[in-house]
């Protein structure tokens, strides 16, 4: 504690120095934010001593911290380039630092969306309705970072693509519920906040103090955690456990059977989803069988039951089967996660933030789900990445 103690004192009155100088440098701002974000660090295990000791460097609401974010200036000719790939379609987007506008790129061809490696070798033919293409190139030759959005499990792989191809060191990677986050961080209270996103084949959830001063918001301010189970491993439990069982009579009789183990319905099992997914590839009906899967989902959605016809026969898939069959088993598992990764109580979040698509799809059993796992929590839904993502420059300290 005297060393902690010790550390802020130093640290203090660095900043003072730092602001109360005739003259600014800027150079200090950077080494000086590293300071402050190690000493929350040492801190972040606590929720209750990482906010008081917030309230301690800003000083009596000097706002000091919230000075020292003012003074990472943006270059006014400077462009940062943000590449969101949280999902299987890549979007770019041109940031201008100076007016922290955002403009949307759009690819050319919707064949390489999948390959990040593509899309990037393709920049210059890319093109942007609110900007001359003088002005997109010019923009292009002055990038001096990029921010990606990806999941936990890409992020290394996707930064070592852009380095290798862009060869521009400063890379920032943010995870979709932090990213989630800053579309909804204007309304949010300084408490203890949950954030859930669901993506195509992983779930990530975050919990994060945040601080006071919004523009101080940095890594030491949160903790991550995910689950490898998305929208298409809940595709593959509906089709196991309520669609199939209905359909393998009148399929076998035609069609080479599928010989599969079922996965634990609701979670990752990883291994045996994968050699499922093989199998629906090779499958001659597999693709047509997963359609049908993602439209009996979407009908699931707004009606309580879905009645069909195979072969003459007729057969029923109901919303409450869907519910006691596949998704509290996935919202129990999600439970027990967030409060093992995140070593926190559920009764402690007092905000929750959540999107995605899985989430989306199943919102009649999650909403009642989500208020009665988070009793003290307020709820926050509706936005998706790309506020978040082209938002990303009022909070400089992220880049610290």
Known sequence: NLIIFMDLSSLVSDIDRLLEATELDSQKVYPLLKQVRSYLLTLQSS???????????????????????????????????ALDNSTSDIRLYLLEEATRKAYSLQSTSRDSLNQVESILSDLQGFSSPE?????????????????????????????LEVEKILNIPDIFWLNPPI????????????????????????TEFALVNLPPEKKILSSCFWRLGSLKYGQESILQDIFCHLIY??????????????????ARVGQADSQTRSILQTQLESHPLGSSLLKSTVLIQNILRFQDHFTSQLQGQTWEIKRSDYHSQIISAY???????????LKISAE????????????????????PWSSQTFPNAKFFSGLDLVSGLTT???YPALFV
Do not use: M
């Not at 900007?131 to 499990?153: G, M």
């Not at 989630?180 to 203890?192: C, F, Y």
């Not at 393998?248 to 599969?260: G, N, Y």
């Open 392 to 394: 990303v420059l009022n």
């Open 245 to 262: 069982p209905k359909w393998e009579s009148q399929l076998v009789a035609t069609l080479p059977r599928l010989h599969f183990n079922t």
């Open 179 to 202: 990213t989630l986050l800053l579309s909804h961080l204007e309304k949010l209270q300084p408490v203890p906040t949950l954030v859930i996103w669901t993506g195509e084949t992983i």
């Open 331 to 341: 919202l129990e598992y999600l439970q027990v996660s967030i409060e093992n990764s």
């Open 348 to 367: 402690d979040i007092q905000q929750v933030v959540w999107g995605g698509t899985l989430l989306e799809s199943i919102h009649f059993s999650y909403l």
């Open 47 to 81: 929720p209750r001593e990482l906010s008081s000791a917030v309230e301690e460097i800003i000083l009596d609401s000097t706002q000091k911290i919230h000075k020292l974010t003012d003074l990472l200036d943006f270059p006014e000719q400077g462009w940062s380039l």
């Open 131 to 159: 900007l001359p293409q003088e002005t997109v190139k010019t923009a292009l030759d002055q990038i001096k970072r990029v921010i990606i959005c990806c999941s936990t499990w890409r992020h290394e792989t996707v930064c």
